[in-house]
């Protein structure tokens, strides 16, 4: 096995071992941003020249698009836009803060039926979140919730695949030892969470909190069941509405296709800002080693 491994890399190594790779990573590439281009290149059209022609090309009315799209209805967009900054941020801390908490429980503490809920709590990864979305309209109905900022909010907060991954994460970052010497010493279960724990942990949680933003600000299903009122909408429903109110009036496309683009941004800048957290753990990593 390690002759063939070796003559592997070998082979990899060669100029012509590299092609299909590299070929394979450009095809998938071009497969993910040719349609974030072509949204953006659509953004500066107007409507005229979105309908005319379809090219790659800049057009001329990109400050009139977004001037159109934050003026729609009296600024709904910026309120959709505050409605997923809310959901996103608030859900995407909760959901993290719980997920650390249960990661680091089910690594470092020996209890009965631990296995028993991890292993459930896998199985709550392999569940889509589509196939959620109704029963819990109809539980969030029964006591009155439905409707409002909590029915988003709440459904979003337990994470099966952020308690998954926290305590893989705890489980390998989180010496044992220097837990028990934190309890020899004194220190109570919560005070070494917060002190020992949590602090190592943050990289783990960075990965959960920017999973869970990107995933609850993509969400679309479970607040378009949940919500009525058009002021509660986050950019999802909201744009969707534009889309639906388009076949009437073509200019509304526009507005929508622009919309789609500024909602990226939020996304570019949380992604540049959490990077560091990843570069910081990689660099001390390499202190220690």
Known sequence: ?????????????????????????????????VPVLWVLVATSKSPGELFT??????????????SDLF???????????????????????????VSTMAGYALAKYEFKGRNLIFYSILGGVLIPGITLAIPQYLLLSQVGLAGGYLS?????IISPFGIYLSRVYAASAVPQDMIEAARLDGASEIMTFLRIGLPMMVPGMVTVFMLQFVGIWNNFLLPFI????????PLTVGLYTLLAKGSGSPALYSLAISGAAVSIIPLILLMLFLQRFWRLDLLSGGLKG
């Open 53 to 66: 022609t379809f090219s790659f090309a800049p057009g001329t009315g990109l400050f009139d698009n977004l």
């Open 226 to 233: 949940m919500l009525s009122d058009q002021n509660s909408y």
């Open 152 to 156: 988003v909010l709440l459904p979003l």
């Open 71 to 97: 003026s729609y209805g009296g600024g709904q967009y910026g309120l959709w836009a505050l409605n997923s900054v809310l959901y996103a941020g608030i859900g995407g801390a909760l959901s993290t803060f």
């Open 1 to 33: 096995m390690t002759a063939v491994a070796t003559r592997e890399r070998a082979k990899l190594a060669t100029p012509r071992g590299r092609i299909v790779p590299t070929a394979l990573l450009l095809i998938g590439a071009a497969y993910c941003l």
